[in-house]
């Protein structure tokens, strides 16, 4: 089991900076792929990055150039680091964690999700 927890959402300007954390709890986190998305209410849960146990990243074409995604397996903790953020970045922004090393970028290959947490970008 992994248990997840996000941090560091909040309300930011158009153009402004966060990063976001994501801790893990259990057991061989460092073996795990982990992908941040995200989500408005009435729609789908979102990709937005993720990055393999080796350190791979892979980005939807909406926040390439702007959000890096990065771990530190000494911490357990991805981060998803955010820039230029634009008013349509607004979302609750969640992090999952899956097996396996291949690409994946759907809700459905993750197999442990956190809580969320709020991003808003005012305009």
């Known amino acids: 089991q992994v248990q997840l927890i996000e941090s560091g959402g909040g309300l930011v300007q158009a153009g402004g900076s966060l990063r976001l954390s994501c801790a893990a709890s259990?057991?061989?986190?460092?073996?795990?792929?982990v992908g941040w998305f995200r989500q408005t209410p009435g729609n789908e849960r979102q990709f937005v990055a993720d990055?393999?146990?080796?350190?791979?990243?892979y980005y939807a074409d909406s926040v390439k150039g702007r959000f890096t995604i990065s771990r530190d397996n000494a911490k357990n903790t991805v981060y998803l680091q955010m820039s230029t953020l634009k008013a349509e970045d607004t979302a609750v922004y969640y992090c999952?964690?899956?097996?396996?090393?291949?690409?994946?970028?759907?809700?459905?290959?993750?197999?442990?999700w956190g809580q969320g947490t709020q991003v808003t970008v005012s305009s």
């Open positions: 999952a964690a899956r097996s396996g090393a291949r690409r994946k970028s759907l809700p459905q290959d993750y197999d442990y």
């Open positions: 259990g057991r061989s986190f460092s073996n795990y792929a």
């Open positions: 990055i393999t146990w080796s350190g791979i990243t």
